[in-house]
Structures are given as C-alpha cells and as structure tokens.
C-alpha cells in the first residue's frame, strides 16, 4: 500500500475517489445497520459510515425519507438498502435484520438509534406517551440487538476487521435525571446498563458495545411533544449541536483498531451545563 502524500490528510484521503492514494476506507467490506435513519442522528451516521466505505441498511417506518438518503448514498458510490419498518413491532425488528445480512451479506455494525422524546409532568401525563417510549426507545431497542447479536458474534470471527460494533443511543437524560424527564431518562438508563451488562458479556469475543449520550442536537426529536411541553423545551434550548457532530462521535467509535473499544462517550454543546 502506497503512503499517504505529504500534506494530504487521512480523512482526505480516505474520502477520495478510488484508490488514488491506496488506501482503503476504514470499513471497506462491512456492512451497517442504522435504526431511525430516516432523519437526524441516523440519517447523519448512515451517511457517514458509507463514507468510510460501510454497505448501509437503513430503517425506519418514513420509507420516502430513506429512499431519498439511499439514492445520494448509491449515487456516490455507496451501497444502501431501504428497511421501512416499525421496529416496535418485533416481527419487523427480526427481519429488518435478517433482510440486512440476507442483501448485504453480513452484519458488522448495528447502530441502535431510533427514539422518541416525549417530556413532561408525570402527574398527568399521557400514557400512551409513556408506552411508546417504552415501546422504541427500550424495547424496540431490544429487539433490534437481539436479533442482531449472533450476526455480529459471527462478523467478529470472520469478518474483515474480525470486531463487530453495536452502538447503542442514550442520552445526557441517560445520566441524569431531571424534573419533566421521568419517563424518557428511565429508558435512557435502561438503555445505559443493558449496554454495559452486554459489553461484559461480549468483549472477549469482539463485540464491542458502546454507549454514546448526546445533549442536546437540532433534529426532529423534539417537535413531536405536545405543544405546551414544547414551548417550555424551546425556551430552555440554548445551543445546540448538529446532528453530524454525533454522526462523527459514531464513526470515530467504530473505526478505533480491533484492540480499542471507545465504552461510553459523553457529547455537549460546549455551553450546555446539565
Ligand atoms: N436530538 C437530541 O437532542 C438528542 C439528545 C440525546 C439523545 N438523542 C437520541 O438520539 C436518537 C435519534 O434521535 P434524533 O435526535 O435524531 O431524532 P429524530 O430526528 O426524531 O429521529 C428519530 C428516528 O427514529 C425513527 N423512529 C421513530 N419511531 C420508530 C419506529 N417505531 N420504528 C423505527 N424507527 C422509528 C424516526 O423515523 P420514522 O419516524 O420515519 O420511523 C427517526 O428516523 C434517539 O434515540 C434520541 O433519544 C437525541
């Protein structure tokens, strides 16, 4: 493999067309599954992680959305298939993964990202709310994992960087708990130790598992709160980060060498204080 050309840096180089340089993207030959890229985080990480040379399925139930990402993704050299689906639903969950490995041929990333926000008092608040924070941001999470994780034992016997990665979403709420958050930091921390008990459980044999708990970041996530709860989110916002600040979080935790497993990583606008 030829060296990288003074003052050429590695991201350029690795961005570049082809093999002008002779090197090879970091995830070149693996494959990737991103829940909740239709939008956001996801949308944002399925994008970058082609761009490290990854095959990307992309789920979600907005099937437009992932169609328009798929096509700029194939239509600069990337591979990306469409998964619209309800992962609350575990019967779509499972073939949303089966689907990935049967087209792309293998599982070596699950990024579980999909999930919902919705704040407030917990006297009186809606229960359906809570149910459907349960529903994605827990079990639909689960699911996802569950099926994925023989996928991903195998991708880190055989695969071409023999470590397979599950990065799992939690949140500053995952952390700490606050008064109008009740619900959704308790699926945040569920999500939290489940990622830590399964990281144990894994690492000997490759799988590494990570946690990544963003601040606060401009996507949708917010806009589906009622509108009271979402007049007092909005007149607390202050800075916010992009969603491609967490995208590259992601990428830099998935493209560490075999012996390197970034475990949890904790990510604020610089001026957020809690
Ligand atoms: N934005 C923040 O400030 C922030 C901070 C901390 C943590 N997070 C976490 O980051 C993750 C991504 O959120 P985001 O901020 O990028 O928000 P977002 O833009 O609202 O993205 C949420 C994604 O989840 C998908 N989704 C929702 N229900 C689904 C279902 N039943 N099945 C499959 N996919 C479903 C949505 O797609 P469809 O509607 O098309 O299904 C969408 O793609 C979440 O886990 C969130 O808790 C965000």
Request: aromatic content about 4%.
């Given at each position: 493999m030829k060296e990288v050309p003074a003052g050429v840096g590695w991201a350029e180089a690795l961005t570049s067309e082809g093999d002008d340089f002779g090197v090879k993207p970091v995830l070149d030959g693996t494959v990737a599954l991103v829940t909740g890229?239709?939008?956001?985080i996801g949308a944002a990480t399925a994008a970058a992680l082609a761009a490290q040379g990854a095959a990307v399925a992309l789920a979600a139930r907005r099937g437009d959305r992932l169609e328009a990402l798929a096509a700029s993704i194939t239509g600069q050299g990337g591979t990306a298939l469409v998964l619209e689906c309800d992962i609350t639903d575990q019967q779509q969950a499972a073939t949303a993964v089966q689907r990935t490995v049967a087209e792309l041929g293998r599982l070596d990333t699950l990024v579980n990202n999909a999930g919902v926000m919705l704040l407030g008092p917990v006297a009186g608040a809606p229960l359906p709310e809570w149910q459907q924070m349960v529903q994605l941001n827990v079990l639909g999470l689960l699911y996802c994992a569950h099926a994925a994780l023989p996928h991903l034992l195998r991708a880190a016997e055989d695969g071409p960087r023999q470590v397979a990665d599950m990065v799992n979403i939690s949140s500053v709420a995952g952390r700490a708990a606050r008064n109008g958050n009740g619900v959704y930091s308790l699926t945040k921390h569920g999500v939290g130790a489940f990622s830590e008990s399964l990281r144990q459980e894994v690492a000997r044999r490759y799988v590494r598992v990570s946690l990544v708990e963003p601040g606060a970041t401009a996507t949708e996530l917010a806009t589906h709160n009622r509108p009271e709860v979402l007049q007092a989110i909005r007149s607390q916002f202050g800075q916010t980060m992009e969603a491609g600040d967490i995208a590259d979080a992601i990428t830099y935790i998935v493209t560490r060498p075999r012996h390197v497993a970034v475990n949890e990583m904790l990510i604020r606008p610089t001026e957020q204080e809690r």
């Amino acid at each position: 493999m030829k060296e990288v050309p003074a003052g050429v840096g590695w991201a350029e180089a690795l961005t570049s067309e082809g093999d002008d340089f002779g090197v090879k993207p970091v995830l070149d030959g693996t494959v990737a599954l991103v829940t909740g890229a239709s939008s956001g985080i996801g949308a944002a990480t399925a994008a970058a992680l082609a761009a490290q040379g990854a095959a990307v399925a992309l789920a979600a139930r907005r099937g437009d959305r992932l169609e328009a990402l798929a096509a700029s993704i194939t239509g600069q050299g990337g591979t990306a298939l469409v998964l619209e689906c309800d992962i609350t639903d575990q019967q779509q969950a499972a073939t949303a993964v089966q689907r990935t490995v049967a087209e792309l041929g293998r599982l070596d990333t699950l990024v579980n990202n999909a999930g919902v926000m919705l704040l407030g008092p917990v006297a009186g608040a809606p229960l359906p709310e809570w149910q459907q924070m349960v529903q994605l941001n827990v079990l639909g999470l689960l699911y996802c994992a569950h099926a994925a994780l023989p996928h991903l034992l195998r991708a880190a016997e055989d695969g071409p960087r023999q470590v397979a990665d599950m990065v799992n979403i939690s949140s500053v709420a995952g952390r700490a708990a606050r008064n109008g958050n009740g619900v959704y930091s308790l699926t945040k921390h569920g999500v939290g130790a489940f990622s830590e008990s399964l990281r144990q459980e894994v690492a000997r044999r490759y799988v590494r598992v990570s946690l990544v708990e963003p601040g606060a970041t401009a996507t949708e996530l917010a806009t589906h709160n009622r509108p009271e709860v979402l007049q007092a989110i909005r007149s607390q916002f202050g800075q916010t980060m992009e969603a491609g600040d967490i995208a590259d979080a992601i990428t830099y935790i998935v493209t560490r060498p075999r012996h390197v497993a970034v475990n949890e990583m904790l990510i604020r606008p610089t001026e957020q204080e809690r």
